[in-house]
């Protein structure tokens, strides 16, 4: 997979993508990561890439042609590969795990990460997916490009250790979290690993594990639809 962030500052992504998962997928060239500066495509000697909103208002917004020039160039550095142009922006569609399934499975991502007070609405046309991290602002979509690049390269063939990593994780079904995983040692300060996951009965322990999960949903996150009724006897 080939992936362009357009940005207006490219050194933030050199500490996180340069250590875990995302380093190990590039030095294996399962994946390529290239950062261009949305500032080379303005074409004043100032390298304007914001102006002040029509109408009034606070902030500056991201001018329409640079974006189009920035756009158009990361596009056409893989003409023939299947892309997606994805913008991160508030006024998103909210990032779920199965939106990382779906844009994993392309061959050219193309990362347009929105700064200042926002953008300029004509934007919009030349992108495919709008996303959003939460319900909060934050300076610009670089951070929420990191967010969306690392959970869509841990899900790409060859990235993780084994091929069935990502399928039982929390939100591998889109209404439930992971139940709880035990290690070494079998007993510390009282507390033991629960009997039934020492017992070598595989076809129990799935059962138990998907009996905890529901539990695990119902107590942390019940809005996302497996609800139990608790014992309360």
Known sequence: MHITILTLFPNMFEGPFASSIIS??????????????????SQDKYKTVDEHPYGG????????????????????QYPKKKSCVVLLDPQGKQYKQADAQILSGYEHLIFFCAHYEGIDERIRTF?????SIGDYILT????PAMVLVDSIVR????VLGKPESPK????????????PQYTNPQSYNGMNVPTILLSGNHKKIEEWKKEEAIKTTTLRRSDLGHIITPDIS
């Open 24 to 41: 190990r997928a590039i030095k294996q060239k399962i994946i390529t990561i290239q950062y261009i500066n949305i500032r080379d495509f």
């Open 57 to 76: 208002g606070a902030g500056m917004v991201m001018k329409v042609d640079v974006a189009d020039r920035a756009i158009a160039y990361a596009k056409s």
């Open 127 to 131: 992108v495919d997916a709008e996303y």
């Open 140 to 143: 610009g979509g670089e951070i």
């Open 155 to 158: 899900l790409i063939p060859g």
């Open 168 to 179: 039982n994780e929390s939100f591998s079904d889109p209404n439930l979290l992971e139940g």
